[in-house]
């Protein structure tokens, strides 16, 4: 897979290892996803359309041509959650 999908795939794994269907239920996190989507939170519900997207605009000329949004996206908010807050005095 490209490095565009990298940061939302990421965030789906943390999303899903943190669920209660993987912690609580004790299902494999590809089982969640498959069987049990209705019982994952809204964020990795979110973040599975977005991995979905990311996917498909990977193989959309277009999208190949002016760059995935998808994965650019998630990679700014991946950086911007990695920065320290900064204080204002």
């Known amino acids: 897979m490209s490095s565009s999908c990298d940061a939302v795939s990421s ?23 498959k069987e049990h989507i209705n019982e ?13 997207e990311c996917k498909r605009n990977m193989l959309d000329m277009r999208k190949r041509f002016r760059g995935n949004t998808v994965g650019m996206d998630a990679a700014k908010l991946r950086d911007q959650q ?3 807050p900064s204080s204002e005095s």
Do not use: T
Not at 14 to 31: E, I, M, N
Not at 40 to 52: I, V
């Open 40 to 52: 994952l939170p809204e964020e990795c519900q979110s973040l599975r359309k977005a991995m979905f």
């Open 11 to 33: 965030a789906l794994k943390a999303c899903l290892l943190q669920s209660d269907c993987v912690v609580k239920q004790g299902y494999l996190p590809s089982q969640c996803l």
């Open 82 to 84: 990695a920065a320290p």
